[in-house]
């Protein structure tokens, strides 16, 4: 007879624990987390922060869950399986931001993607401005990356003016990096400019690195999307084409996690944020004929990884 070695053991997977609420339309919070985690290569845990009815057509219901429980979720995780990344989402009460930053502060050698929830693209407030402040004083500092949407940048620089530059978006993610502590910033311009070329580049004259995501442009239209990235070595403006679809519902939660999924498998913060940024990019482009729901914003669907 042959003996047969046994096989060693396979490499456990990276794991990165999800602390956000439950959209049980599928589209955005938890349940998008998880899909985007799933693409991009991890493993993922949970702790629930809210529960939510919703679907495409908006909100109908949320039910807070108690801070001790959060933590206690939180808890179970780090005592058995492992963290080697947190992604924060939608935290909405005071109580609940205090009681995450606190846990996430006794966790060491973890990066940590603070996604600050706090008001949709189109300008609805999520949270009250004691949680937001909560957000500035607590969780912001333990920050590896922070990802605001340019209004909630203007939100957390308790100013008027929302971003609505490349420029106005490097100023802010330096004051909200140097200000709270953070380490880099991503703000997420969004539909900055209507139209530009590779040739049409003012920023060069600037202290900003442009940055086109590696994309098939004949699959999207001139639009551009502008993010902008900063760690206090470079400013860095990510550009990629504008994905004409209503499939928009969860990408700034699909985003964050996918950054956290990278920073889990020890990708440098800017190598994580660009192959996420991509990622996203991917999975608009192959969701554009996906139809979900009947609402103006539908969700996409995240097994593309990059």
Same mark, same amino acid.
């Given at each position: =007879? #042959?003996?047969?070695?046994?096989?060693?053991p396979a490499p456990p997977p990276r794991r990165v624990l999800l602390v956000s609420g439950s959209d049980s339309g599928g589209g955005a919070g938890l349940q998008a987390d998880i899909k985007s985690c799933e693409a991009n290569g991890v493993y993922s845990m949970n702790a629930i922060t809210a529960l939510t009815a919703q679907n495409t057509q908006g909100v109908t219901g949320v039910v807070g869950i108690e801070p001790a429980f959060v933590v206690q979720q939180m808890d179970a995780v780090?005592?058995?399986?492992? &963290?080697?990344?947190?992604? !924060?989402?939608?935290?909405?009460? &005071?109580? #609940? &931001? %205090?009681?995450v930053a606190e846990r996430v502060g006794r966790a060491s050698g973890v990066a940590v993607v603070v996604d600050p929830v706090a008001v949709t693209a189109c300008g609805v407030r999520l949270v009250d401005l004691d949680a937001v402040d909560a957000v500035r004083r607590k969780l912001l500092p333990l920050a590896t990356v922070a990802t605001p949407?340019?209004? %909630?940048?203007?939100?957390?620089? %308790?100013? %008027? /003016? #929302?971003?609505? !530059?490349? /420029? =106005?978006?490097a100023e802010a993610a330096e004051a909200i990096r140097t200000r709270f502590g953070t380490k880099a910033v991503l703000v997420k311009g969004g539909l900055l400019m209507a139209t530009h070329t590779r040739d049409d580049d003012d920023d060069q004259k600037k202290a900003i690195i442009n940055e086109w995501i590696d994309v098939d442009l004949s699959l999207c239209s001139e639009k551009v999307v502008v993010d902008v990235f900063c760690d206090g070595r470079r400013v860095v403006a990510l550009r990629c084409p504008y994905v004409e679809t209503r499939n928009t519902h969860g990408t700034g939660c699909t985003l964050a996690s996918a950054i956290a999924a990278h920073l889990a498998r020890g990708e440098g913060t800017f190598d994580a944020v660009l192959r996420a940024r991509r990622y996203l990019h991917r999975v608009l482009v192959k969701s554009q004929a996906v139809h979900i729901g009947t609402g103006p914003f539908g969700p996409f669907l995240h097994a593309i990884s990059d």
């Open positions: =007879d #042959v003996l047969r070695m046994a096989s060693p780090f005592d058995d399986i492992g &963290v080697d990344a947190i992604k !924060t989402g939608m935290l909405a009460s &005071v109580a #609940v &931001v %205090e009681a949407n340019r209004r %909630e940048a203007a939100l957390l620089l %308790e100013r %008027e /003016e #929302v971003p609505k !530059t490349a /420029e =106005d978006l």
